[in-house]
């Protein structure tokens, strides 16, 4: 039986795979994840080479990090 942790890093890298990229928010509301950055990090463990961009929101000024996998 799969942790709620592995789970979530399947159905992340999944996502990815598929040729999306994700966001912190996306994370949450696609999969329930509220450490996407653990997850992100866990997948790098793993092998897997992701791209991390900083984005800054032009409303409100917030940065935060958009993951997408290299292929």
Known sequence: MLTTKEA?????LKYLKDG???T?????????CMRLG??????????H???TQLVKDE????RYACYA???
């Open 8 to 12: 979530q890093t399947i159905q992340i």
């Open 20 to 22: 999306n990229s994700i």
């Open 24 to 32: 912190p928010l996306e994370a949450l509301y696609k999969f329930g």
């Open 38 to 47: 653990a997850r992100i990090y866990d997948l790098k463990q793993e092998g």
């Open 49 to 51: 080479v992701i791209r």
């Open 59 to 62: 409303n409100s000024g917030a």
């Open 69 to 71: 996998l290299v292929k």
